[in-house]
């Protein structure tokens, strides 16, 4: 209603976009996420099966030799010696050829006597105490994988590396061992050397490149098992529909969300409590002039809200919604907080000077006013008697309680008035049963003055019952020197109006009281001239 409702809207849709846009794109990012996570996952256990069996190849082969040496019955060479050579050949899966060494000279394998003359070469490094191991030897047959050796005692077995691995994959995953030595020992699935190289020197997984990958190490040798990235997106395409529904849904809930919230900022009501909580309300002062003289004796405190657009709303506007809701209070506290703050000053160097301050219903029958003025006017220099309450007829309804309060507000030192006096429900009883001091006749009936309307003469009848009941006088809305004049006439001592001042800011009204003042001074310095 009065809040800017552009500015809401236009934070609504700024909001439901971020709100659109932010579950899907966690959606996305969570499926790729999860992809990555499942593929590094599935690599680094092909990876470490890799390696594992890779160990365990050389240490069963190695055994299956240990064994063999400790054969000392059989006579080197001879048919029974190359019979065991080729049993152990043939019952170890990944054994290609078994062979027998003896001065350094290859003397016989597998398959039978050598012809050529093999010399035995150092090892390229220990596999174990008693293991030497040679990695990515030529093999003679050409057109088959490099070759790992391993040598205990004098017999050595030619392995084909990529045998314990083979099964681990299909031939979507590349596979390459690295050796203790840092060689390339056997490769499934070819896979670039260098790049081989480079990952193996990674810890565990990542994403490189356009590969996805994974490493582990047992006893020296490193498994790199390598996806390629399409493998990834492909698996991601396929998940990416279920993620992108769960972020619609929650798009779609945060979106229903940010409509019922805007719907309820946009409620005049929640337009109110915002500010309320962003304390948008200040005080315009009216001067009360006594009329007789023209002198500013008081002002009336008027709330206005000041809108963060700089616009102030009348609070015609606001009251009554204040009031259903019990927001009036909390706007009245900061009513009072404005004029301890705005008058303070003044108030204590004109003593004689006074403030109305506008209470609701609810604070009347409650007296909880009382409290909140004492606790915030309380820690200035004003006075109570400087603090005036007026109630509507509305406020004063509850007698007993309004009289509670009234009497309890004047044995503190403020006075207290009846206000827009004559437009509700009045009788001449309640009147006299509750402890006033003012009566402010409304302006309504002001308006009425020297015009021929039926109403008219209500205003001597106001006057005189106010006296009847000892209440002094204030006119509400004097906007004409005839009505004021009349007034005085009728000896009504108070009046505000337009004919006297507006409402004005707090700065306004301090400069419109000085003004006031020294013009009393001038009315007085002439006469003294005249005598002297
Ligand atoms: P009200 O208490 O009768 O206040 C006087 C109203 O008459 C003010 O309207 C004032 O601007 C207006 N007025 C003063 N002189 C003239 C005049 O010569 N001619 C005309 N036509 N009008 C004049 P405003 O400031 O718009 O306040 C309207 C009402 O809102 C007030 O009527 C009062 O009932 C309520 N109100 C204002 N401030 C507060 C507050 O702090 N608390 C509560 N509970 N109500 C407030
Ligand atoms: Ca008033
Ligand atoms: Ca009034």
């Known amino acids: 209603m009065y809040l800017k409702r ?7 849709i700024l909001l439901a976009v971020v709100g659109v846009l932010l579950p899907l794109s966690a959606a996305i990012y969570a499926a790729w996420a ?26 069963n082969t190695a055994a299956r030799l240990r064994a063999l040496d400790d054969q000392k019955q059989l006579a080197p060479c001879s048919d029974a010696h190359v019979a065991e050579m080729r049993r152990v050949s043939i019952n170890g899966r990944m054994i290609e050829e078994v062979g027998y060494f003896n001065n350094g000279l290859l003397k016989c394998t597998s398959w039978g006597q050598t012809t050529k003359r093999i010399a035995k070469l150092p090892p390229e490094f220990m596999s174990g ?9 030529p093999p003679l047959v050409s057109g088959a994988d490099p070759l790992t050796v391993v040598q205990v005692g004098k017999h050595n077995a030619l392995i084909d590396p990529v045998r314990p691995i083979d099964l681990l994959s299909d031939n979507r995953i590349r596979v390459t061992i690295v050796a203790p030595n840092g060689r390339v020992a056997a490769m499934l699935n070819d896979l670039d050397t260098q790049v081989a190289l480079t990952l193996a020197k990674q810890d565990k997984s990542g994403l490189k490149d356009d590969y996805v990958y994974g490493v582990a190490t047992n006893a020296g040798w490193t498994a790199i098992a390598v996806g390629h990235r399409e493998e990834l997106i492909a698996q991601f395409r396929s998940q990416l529909w279920i993620f992108l529904l769960f972020g619609a849904f929650a798009s779609v809930f945060i979106v229903a969300m940010i409509l019922r919230q805007s719907r309820k900022r946009l409620s ?26 023209g002198n500013c004796v008081g002002a009336e405190a008027l ?3 000041k809108r963060p657009d700089g616009s102030l709303v009348r609070p015609d506007l606001f009251i009554p919604l204040a009031e259903q809701s019990g927001l009036i209070q909390p706007i009245t506290d900061q009513v009072i907080d404005a004029v301890a703050r705005d008058l303070n000053e003044l108030l204590v160097q004109y003593r004689s000077m006074h403030v109305t301050i506008n209470v609701c219903a609810e604070d009347i029958k409650s007296g909880r ?15 109570n008697t400087q603090i005036w309450l007026e109630a509507t007829e509305r406020g004063l309804l509850d007698i007993e309680e309004a ?10 030192g403020h006075k207290v008035a009846i206000d827009d006096f004559g437009t509700g429900y009045s009788s001449l009883q309640y009147l006299q049963d509750l402890p006033l001091d003012t009566l402010k006749i409304d302006k309504s009936f002001i308006n009425t003055i020297n015009r021929q309307s039926a109403t008219s003469s209500v205003v001597p009848h106001i006057i005189d ?7 002094s006088v204030v006119a509400e809305g004097v906007e004409t020197v005839e009505q004021a004049e009349y007034l005085i006439e009728h000896g009504v001592e108070y009046g505000q109006g337009w004919h006297y001042g507006k409402p004005m800011p707090a700065d306004i009204f301090i400069a419109y009281l000085y003004e006031n003042m020294k013009r009393r001074r001038a009315d007085v310095i002439p006469l003294r001239r005249s005598n002297g």
Do not use: C
């Open 303 to 305: 709330v206005r809200w």
């Open 34 to 59: 999860l992809s990555v996570n499942t593929e590094k996952g599935r690599l680094e256990l092909v990876a470490s099966q890799a390696a594992a069996r890779t160990h365990l190849s050389i240490l």
């Open 129 to 137: 105490d008693d293991i030497e191991t040679w990695v990515a030897v």
């Open 369 to 383: 006013i009382l409290e909140t003025i004492a606790a915030r006017i309380g820690r200035t220099g004003i006075e």
């Open 268 to 293: 005049p009501l929640s337009e109110l409590q915002i500010a309320v909580r962003n304390r948008e309300f200040l005080v315009h002062y009216q001067p009360i002039v006594e009329l007789a003289t």
């Open 403 to 412: 009289s509670r309060t009234i009497e309890e507000a004047r044995s503190r």
């Open 6 to 12: 552009s500015r809401v809207i236009a934070e609504a």
């Open 465 to 471: 019952m106010a006296k009847a009941l000892n209440l």
